[in-house]
């Protein structure tokens, strides 16, 4: 496994723990629809949430979340439509980001609520 592959893989673990301790239910990782990849589908109150992870060994080029960018949510927008289609899904949707900082080998993760549409 490429040394990034581990990187996205370890972000993804760590993000999925905060939410469920957080009481959010993992519902999907990695769902891929064509050029779409959602990290992480998520539930909690009657949402149903696609969260973007990012986890960036320090802050010198920018923040995680600010890599974010228009293509990348038009590209998840476009997965989470076709997921709400499959799964017959009619409720509410969220579009979140998880920013995960390493800090000394400690995780700095923080989440934004409805990061983007």
């Known amino acids: 496994m490429s040394d990034k592959i581990q990187k996205g893989k370890e972000g993804e673990d760590l993000a999925a723990k905060f939410l469920q301790q957080q009481g959010y239910e993992i519902v999907a ?6 050029r779409s990849e959602i990290d992480l589908i998520v539930r909690k109150g009657g949402w149903l949430v696609f969260v973007e992870v990012k ?3 320090s802050n010198a080029f920018g923040y995680p979340e600010e890599f974010v960018d228009y293509q990348k949510a038009k590209n998840i ?3 989470a439509e076709q997921y709400t289609f ?5 409720g ?3 579009y979140d980001v998880v920013a995960i ?3 000394y080998d400690k995780p700095e993760i923080r989440h934004f609520e409805d990061a983007f549409y």
């Open 55 to 57: 986890m960036r060994s």
């Open 101 to 103: 900082t390493m800090r």
């Open 86 to 90: 499959e799964n017959k899904y009619e």
């Open 77 to 79: 927008v476009y997965g």
């Open 92 to 94: 509410n949707v969220r």
């Open 29 to 34: 990782r990695n769902y891929r629809y064509k």
